[in-house]
């Protein structure tokens, strides 16, 4: 068995590179390929009862999901919430990166570490965090009403599509700082003081130079904050209330409390589709705009 | 011709403790092709970027064609960089590269087409605008650079290190290019290198710096010949360097005691006190000659050859002279390490070509 294994080893190269890879592949394939290969197959039955399930292959759930205006408007606002959050988490940690990247001249790596410092909690500690500082008696709440600046709490706070948003931006800051800050480094300073000698300003040099080279890492960032947090349900669960609640919300009920399995995988497939689609969009016209930037 | 065109008035540039550049005061003339040459660390490449504007300095100040221009930062200077690295953006190509710098003069579209088509040939890469950074040779992207500084047609163009990154052959082509670039357009250039051989070939003048003091100013030949100090003497080119001490005065010439050797009469250019014991002979080495049989030169010594490193144009003796604990280097396009017997030699030295220095 050894003695075979090693003939066909040696034989060829694409023998050699796949036996390598197989530990991965097998992982990939257990763990990835037949989820979703299960998702899409129950994404085509037919719940018939609470324990019944009709396997005769249809297109209906799909159908179904466009037809409920519930699960379209969530899906709708999956997509904005997870859209305001990328926007106001590349707002802010882009000029920190850019600060970190062209100011700081020491201990560079001491200041990416305090930023993601808060990171090394757990993602459930972070949001329970912010359910302590949002709500009705929370951190915020009591200051204001202790410096009697209100004389009610503000219910708005928690519970909203804004807590959300809040909640979210900050669970997932940490990660688009550092391919920001790996593009922002990487580039060479000498394009920068090659674009002032020939005449653009500084505010032109970021945009013809600057902006365009670190448009990877940007890529980088707004695929890596926008794709988890489009599908998270974590935090409109704990923060989001009814306002904040997301499509993930209901696909889980579909898988449970309200078990309609197959409408919860059309759902799934729905939101999978959309968000490759949206991926798809990005990449592209981000590559589109370097070249009119330019 | 104006003769101080770029004026250089008491500049300083510390960083921190480091004196980079260290009160200097010059000019360049206009038009002219002018190298500042030196080690690493000298102070040569600060000095450039203080014209480019990439750095502001401490003390003094800069004029360019009689305006000052000190305060101004790089965008608004009359100057335009060749870097080292080159710094050819990545993300936009060949044509887009060079244009990048004419979108603020205000040009018409034709102007720009006429300029850049103009530039791509006076460079030679016509055919070659769509082309990316990467997609381009060491050398390509070296005249990419080139001609993104000149459709600029700045009042001087500054070059830092642009030979640095090519091989030899294409160094040697690229420096009669340059060379002949430079005396067709006309513009002031300023070259910074550590090759001496570079600067010495290309340059109409050289300022040999050194811990953030210019050492010597002069033609390249006056830098070989009259060499100012000890450290352009062993900068430029190779050479031997005697102990000694001054006598007494004898017009332009000094009397001296060479140690070990004796007590000759030499030129005295630099005019070296009497009785100073500070003071070295520089022999470049292809000034001596080397030889079977005793010369009837001012100096012949007989030595025995420790070393030879054969050159191909020349080979280079490294001799033991009787009676001096020191090695001289020799060099001579006649002999090679075959035409000696029992390694013995003598090497003659022309009183003519000893310079006398001042140690510091």
């Not at chain 1, 590349?90 to 808060?118: E, G, Q």
């Not at chain 1, 931006?169 to 480094?185: D, G, K, R």
């Amino acid at each position: 068995m050894f003695q075979a294994w090693r003939n066909l080893y040696s034989k060829s190269d694409n023998a050699k590179a796949y036996s390598l890879l197989s530990p991965a592949l097998f992982l990939i394939i257990l763990v990835m390929l037949i989820p979703m290969a299960l998702m899409l197959s129950f994404s085509s039955f037919t719940q018939v009862s609470m324990m019944e399930i009709d396997f005769t292959p249809t297109f209906q759930r799909y159908i179904d999901f466009f037809e409920k205006s519930l699960l379209v408007s969530l899906l709708i606002k999956s997509v904005k919430i997870s859209f305001i959050v990328t926007l106001i988490t590349l707002l802010t940690a882009y000029p920190v990166c850019y600060y970190i990247a062209f100011y700081v001249k020491k201990n560079k790596m001491l200041w990416l570490v305090l930023l993601t410092l808060p990171f090394w909690t757990s993602y459930l500690l972070r949001v329970f965090s912010w359910k302590i500082i949002l709500g009705t008696k929370g951190v915020f709440n009591s200051t204001l009403l202790g410096a009697g600046i209100i004389s009610e709490p503000l219910t708005f706070l928690m519970y909203s599509e804004e807590a959300v948003i809040i909640t979210l931006t900050h669970a997932w800051a940490a990660f688009a700082l550092l391919p920001l800050y790996v593009s922002l480094e990487k580039i060479d300073f000498s394009y920068i003081e090659a674009a002032r000698d020939l005449g653009l300003s500084k505010f032109e040099v970021f945009w013809k130079v600057t902006f365009p080279l670190s448009l990877p890492g940007v890529i980088g960032a707004i695929l890596i904050i926008f794709i988890p947090t489009v599908g998270d349900y974590v935090t409109p669960a704990l923060i989001g209330g009814t306002e904040g609640r997301m499509l993930s919300n209901m696909i889980q009920a579909y898988f449970g409390k309200i078990n309609n399995i197959p409408l919860g995988a059309a759902s799934a497939t729905i939101m999978l589709t959309t968000v490759i689609l949206i991926t798809a969009i990005v990449s592209y016209t981000t590559k589109r705009l370097t070249q009119r930037l330019s | 011709m104006n003769e101080n065109f770029i004026q250089i008035n008491g500049i300083s540039k510390h960083f921190g403790n480091v004196k980079a550049v260290d009160d200097v005061s010059f000019s360049i003339k206009e038009g002219e092709f002018f190298s500042l040459l030196g080690p690493s660390g000298c102070g040569k490449t600060t000095l450039l970027r203080l014209l480019a504007g990439f750095e502001y300095p401490t003390n003094g100040n800069l004029l360019i064609d009689g305006s000052d221009i000190t305060a101004l930062p790089p965008d608004k200077r009359p100057t335009n960089m060749v870097f080292q690295n080159y710094a050819i953006f990545p993300h936009i190509n060949v044509e887009q590269n060079i244009k990048f710098g004419l979108r603020k003069l205000g040009l018409t579209d034709d102007e720009i087409k006429k300029r850049v088509d103009d530039v791509l040939a006076l460079v030679k890469l016509e055919g070659y605008e769509e082309r990316f950074s990467g997609q381009l040779s060491g050398g390509q992207r070296q005249r990419v650079a080139l001609a993104r500084a000149l459709v600029r047609q700045p009042k001087v163009l500054l070059l830092d290190e642009p030979l640095g990154a090519l091989d030899k052959k294409l160094r040697d082509e690229m420096q009669l290019e340059l060379r002949t670039l430079q005396k067709e357009i006309g513009i002031t250039f300023v070259f910074v290198t550590h090759d001496q051989q570079e600067a010495i070939s290309m340059s109409d003048r050289v300022a040999v710096m050194s811990e953030g003091k210019i050492q010597q100013l002069s033609a390249p030949n006056e830098l070989y010949k009259n060499p100012e100090n000890i450290f352009v003497s062993d900068f430029i080119g190779e050479t031997n360097f005697l102990k000694a001490s001054t006598k007494s005065k004898d017009g332009d010439h000094i009397n001296v005691a060479i140690e070990d050797l004796g007590d000759f009469k030499v030129k005295n250019n630099l005019n070296i006190p009497e009785n100073s014991s500070d003071v070295v002979c520089s022999v470049r080495p292809e000034s001596m000659m080397i030889s079977r049989d005793k010369s009837d030169w001012d100096i012949c010594l007989e030595a025995k050859i420790n070393q030879t490193s054969y050159l191909g144009e020349m080979t280079r003796f490294y001799v033991e002279v009787s009676g001096i604990n020191k090695v001289i280097t020799v060099s001579s396009q006649h002999f090679d390490n075959q035409s000696f017997e029992n390694n013995t030699c003598f090497i003659s030295i022309s009183l003519e070509d000893i310079s006398l220095l001042q140690k510091k």
